[in-house]
């Protein structure tokens, strides 16, 4: 009980701190996730659309590794990057272990399932909607994966959310990549498993309290952009 | 169409871009050294200034990755580390055999600990030597939770409990449990077992969640736990920043690193004693 | 409309469609040229809306063909369709037309124009920025038909286009049917309204269990249809 209270003390001094090793680690944080998430996408969205859309032997295995892949634990996507990237791995010659890079990798392998698969649901029945009337527009394969994709946007927004939790919170696979290295590749989660390992319960606690605060806020961000086009433009 | 298909692949495209990280390690490799080492020396806090001192002196920064000493040893030996500072005197010597590292070079050494609650059932104070401590604990069937993950720590206690002519990881009735996992989650999990469990001065003294524990044994020849860092050959792997490592030892064997060892305290007590 | 060459006439021959071994359309041929338009009539299930899809390419036929005079993209793009519930992008009115446009390759500077023509002649100018998806049924089939009318199809299908629409709705959707009849579009609509197809129809396609059985001038049908189901039809007596 007691280190609950204080663990909530600890959160909010770190929080008003501005301590520039915490506020480091935060943007690290944000930085990998962030652009784990935007590359999961560039893959994720069209990927997905292209599985709903398109229909070719071995589609239903790749439906199905897709959604099995959505739950692809982090320390096995850790522990198979780790061994591509490590020296003695094929890509060991790129130098990228215990690199943000390396964190970068690990996790867009982790959220690209997770956006390919949501996303193939929601343009899969977007698709039941549109699909005659894009056909008998005879639109082009571009023209009707922009046009699912644009429209579906406010759903793929909750995805883009889905696969930005799914990233942030995890610590298996950064962990094992990243190296925990003070200053380089130090993130929110595995600052937490090192102060656990420390004893240091309620500073770890308190960095997990911001963890969750950051999720809230970006969630919070999320849902009152949709809300507000939503309401605005009921295109929803 | 094109147009905001484009857009619409292109935003998070250039976020990426933003994002992207700057390569961090292969370039400077003079001027960045990774430093493979074990979780209780990074644990006692010792690290942090100690390299800090380092790099202020030559201008090289050092990075380290925390594991424990077997993992490490397997990853100096594919290559990802520059040096390594553990703590298993066997281990290291076949490393060196094996033509992994250049040469083992003692640094420091600490002092491996048994740590259990405070009242002490199995009566571990009284023991003669660490082997009798671990004896007692057996015999009484007592809580013990080892690390069980290959750990230079790990290697010594298994090692003591051949001394006492018991291997206690073959017996199932529930007594000895093995984490798998670092110091940390091993002390974490005896502190709220009130167990007994087998650790060292370095992150013992940093060690914030004790709770009933205490130490109830220490001292004795069995129980001195040497630090020695090793450099990764650059004849097996020549990406490795074989001059920075270089510094690194000379530093660390050399004065000013021994003296600031040995200067080095937690709480008053120092953790670590120079080797020379 | 109609660019230097014409699409029409659309030859069907001998047009079978089975799905899961049940024959659902069995032996249709008939010829459907410019100019005048023509009527799909039947009860539920006659298989109308099956016959507007193979025509309109949606759907391959089992066996047979549809030909037009003119093969290819060409022909795909100078059609259009509207369908009984009328599918509504997630955009504005306005949008939903450029969308139309953008996608038949219109240059960008000439879609907003053409599309708030095709608003203004649907009644819809007032309308133009507002999201598709809150209009109501009428409006929404009034849009379609804009939608279909800014992209200067040569022929038009329409799927019992007001079938779920109120009697004001369904007239300013009938009026606007005329106005493409009047541009010259060829009407090829499937109701199973008399009333409606006697306002329409020039031609009768009377459809009864997928087999067609009467090809015939429409007045001709009313007058004297030359089956019994198309009698039963008329009557009021031929439900499925």
């Known amino acids: 009980m007691d280190s609950f209270v204080s663990a909530f003390a600890e959160a909010g001094a770190l929080l008003v701190s501005f301590d520039p090793d915490f506020l480091s680690i935060v943007g690290l944080s944000l930085r990998v996730s962030l652009t784990a998430v935007a590359l999961a996408c560039l893959i994720g969205f069209p990927l997905g659309a292209l599985v709903a859309l398109t229909r070719f032997p071995g589609r239903g295995v790749a439906i199905l590794l897709l959604n099995t892949f959505m739950g692809l634990p982090p320390v096995v996507v850790g522990l198979i990057v780790f061994l591509v990237l490590s020296r003695a791995g094929p890509l060991g010659v790129l130098g990228l272990l215990f690199t943000p890079t390396a964190m970068i990798i690990a996790q867009t392998i982790l959220v690209t399932p997770i956006v390919a698969a949501l996303t193939r649901q929601i343009v899969a029945d977007l698709w039941v909607e549109y699909g005659e009337h894009l056909r008998s527009l005879d639109a082009g394969p571009v023209t009707t994966l922009a046009t699912l994709i644009t429209d579906a946007r406010y759903s793929l927004a909750t995805v883009v959310l889905a696969g930005f939790g799914r990233a942030i919170a995890e610590v298996g696979a950064v962990m094992i990549v990243g190296g925990n290295i003070d200053h380089v590749t130090r993130v929110m989660t595995s600052a937490i498993a090192l102060e656990t390992s420390k004893g240091n319960l309620s500073t770890a606690l308190g960095l997990g309290i911001v963890l969750l605060f950051l999720a809230l806020t970006v969630n919070a961000a999320v849902q009152i952009i949709n809300t507000s086009a939503g309401k605005r433009a009921a295109l929803a | ?276 | 409309m109609s660019g230097p060459a014409s699409i029409l006439p659309l030859r069907a021959h001998r047009l079978a469609f089975e799905a899961g071994g049940t024959r659902l359309l069995d032996d249709v041929s008939f010829i459907l040229p410019a100019g005048r338009r023509t009527v799909l009539l039947g009860p539920n299930g006659a298989g109308k809306s099956l016959l507007l899809r193979l025509c309109h390419g949606l759907l391959k036929p089992s066996s047979g063909e549809v030909r037009w005079a003119i093969e290819g993209r060409r022909s795909a793009r100078r059609q259009a369709m509207v369908f009984q519930q009328p599918v509504m992008l997630r955009r504005s009115a306005v949008g939903n037309i450029t969308h139309a446009l953008a996608a038949h390759d219109v240059p960008r500077a000439d879609r907003l124009t053409r599309a708030n023509a095709a608003l203004a002649l649907a009644g819809l100018s007032h309308v133009a920025r507002r999201p598709a998806r809150v209009l109501s049924g009428g409006e929404q089939q009034r849009l379609a038909l804009a939608r279909a009318w800014a992209t200067e199809p040569e022929i038009l299908f329409l799927d019992e286009p007001t079938a779920s629409l109120d009697p004001a709705a369904t007239r300013a959707v009938e009026t606007l049917i005329e106005g493409f009849h009047a541009a010259d579009t060829k009407i090829v609509m499937a109701t199973h309204d008399l009333g409606q197809a006697r306002r329409i129809a020039d031609d009768i396609l009377f459809l009864h269990k997928g087999r067609l059985l009467e090809a015939t001038d429409a007045a001709a049908f009313f007058e004297k249809p030359q089956t019994k189901e198309g009698r039963a039809f008329i009557a009021g007596e031929l439900l499925w």
């Open chain 2, 1 to 276: 169409m094109v147009a905001r298909l484009t857009r619409l692949f292109l935003a998070p495209a250039m976020l990426a871009a933003l994002l992207a990280p700057s390569p961090a390690l292969p370039a400077d490799n003079d001027r960045t050294l990774l430093l493979g080492t074990t979780t209780s020396v990074d644990n006692s806090g010792l690290l942090g200034p100690l390299l800090g001192a380092f790099h202020d002196e030559t201008g090289i920064e050092v990075r380290t990755v925390v594991r424990g000493t077997g993992a490490i040893l397997q990853l100096g030996r594919s290559g990802d580390f520059d040096v390594v500072l553990v703590h298993h005197p066997e281990a290291e010597e076949a490393f060196v055999a094996g033509g992994d590292g250049t040469a083992r070079h003692p640094v420091m050494t600490s002092r491996f600990l048994i740590v259990g609650p405070r009242d002490d059932p199995a009566d571990v104070r009284s023991a003669a030597d660490a082997a009798d401590a671990l004896g007692r604990i057996a015999n009484g069937k007592f809580d013990f939770i080892s690390r069980g993950d290959e750990s230079g720590t790990n290697a010594a206690e298994r090692g003591l409990w051949g001394r006492a002519g018991l291997s206690p990881w073959t017996d199932r009735t529930g007594w000895y449990r093995e984490t798998g996992a670092g110091m940390g989650a091993t002390l974490n999990m005896a502190s709220v077992l009130s167990a007994y469990t087998f650790t060292e001065s370095g992150s013992w003294t940093n060690f914030a969640n004790r709770g009933e524990l205490t130490i109830l044994f220490e001292g004795g020849s069995h129980l001195a736990n040497p630090y020695a860092i090793i450099p990764i050959n650059p004849e097996r792997h020549p990406h490795v920043a074989a001059q920075a490592a270089k510094s690194l030892v000379d530093w660390l064997t050399g004065p000013v690193g021994q003296s600031f060892i040995a200067a080095f305290r937690v709480d008053g007590t120092p953790p670590f004693a120079p080797v020379r």
